[in-house]
């Protein structure tokens, strides 16, 4: 399993997908698990992905599957050997639900200016 904190564009899930694709054995599985806060609406999703056009039919894939922006786990079935499991809502939160082992992270780039919660508080 790969996780990932801040999915945003899914274009680390993405880029994951397309690896194992081209590299996996045929009888392999991927499960990618990211969490969210803030989700895209879907519209929103199609044009930051269309940047990546060598991405196309996979994000086509995603954005069909997009759910609403209810907090809590969407399971996406990507294709029979992919699945993708977003929890959105506070990263933290959501991480302290998870009953299982990661293989990977995709850790969230952390920018002070976009986390108010920790420059107040002054932890990191």
């Known amino acids: ?21 081209q590299h996996a054995p045929a009888n392999a599985r991927l499960h990618l698990l990211s969490t969210e ?6 519209e929103a999703l199609e044009q930051a992905l269309s940047a990546w056009p060598s991405l196309a039919d996979y994000a ?40 299982g082992q990661v293989d990977a992270w995709f850790l969230d780039g952390f920018a002070p200016s976009k986390n108010p919660r920790y420059v107040a508080t002054g932890t990191v």
């Open 1 to 21: 399993m790969i996780g990932e904190t801040g999915f945003g564009t899914g274009l680390n899930m993405l880029c994951a997908w397309v690896c194992f694709e």
């Open 37 to 42: 806060k803030f989700p895209l609406a879907r």
């Open 60 to 99: 086509q894939v995603l954005c069909a599957q997009w759910p609403a922006a209810v907090n809590g786990i969407h399971r996406l079935h990507l294709t029979e050997r992919v699945t993708l499991d977003l929890h959105f809502g506070d990263t933290t939160e959501r991480l302290m639900l998870l009953d």
